[in-house]
């Protein structure tokens, strides 16, 4: 019973988080923020956007209406490989504070992949036992790094 309990708070997280980081780069407002975007086109960061706003969407709505679960450990897969390549353009950037975080971000989206892969049809599976406290242990590292980002100061200036 914990253990779902947790997998569903880590999808919700997981939902939030890439609605919200899909929407502008749909929307194409707001992205000037981010590190890396400029040099990718268009139709590339919008593709990006699309596939992490229908993720977030398949992160918890096959579950809640009972059909199609199995897209949700693929969904979960999905934006931990992004989140992965995400990583890149910060470490590119010498970011390496949120390099951590789209990696941690990774680490949590591939928890939920694996704490949801009996929902596939064939897979490894994991005792309870040991994915809690690694869900745990990444969503308090989530929540560590996100606060100490928000805290420093910004390195853009405005000739940038």
Do not use: Y
């Not at 086109?41 to 977030?56: D, H, N, W």
């Not at 690694?134 to 989530?142: S, T």
Request: net charge neutral.
């Amino acid at each position: 019973m914990m253990l779902t309990i947790t997998l569903w708070a880590a999808q919700v997280i997981l939902a939030l988080f890439f609605l919200f980081a899909g929407l502008p780069k749909i929307l194409g407002r707001g992205i000037d923020r981010w590190t890396g975007f400029d040099d990718i086109p268009r139709p590339v960061t919008l593709l990006t956007g699309i596939a992490e706003v229908g993720a977030s969407i398949m992160l918890v709505v096959p579950m809640l209406v009972g059909s199609l679960e199995w897209t949700t450990p693929v969904a979960a897969i999905g934006l931990s490989t992004v989140t992965l390549l995400a990583s890149g353009f910060h470490v590119r950037a010498g970011e390496w504070l949120p390099a951590l975080e789209t990696v941690l971000w990774a680490m949590l989206a591939g928890a939920v992949a694996v704490g949801r892969w009996d929902l596939m049809a064939v897979g490894p599976t994991l005792s309870p036992e040991l994915l809690l406290p690694v869900i745990l242990v990444l969503v308090v590292a989530l929540v560590v790094n996100i606060v100490v980002i928000f805290r420093g100061p910004s390195r853009r200036t405005a000739c940038e």
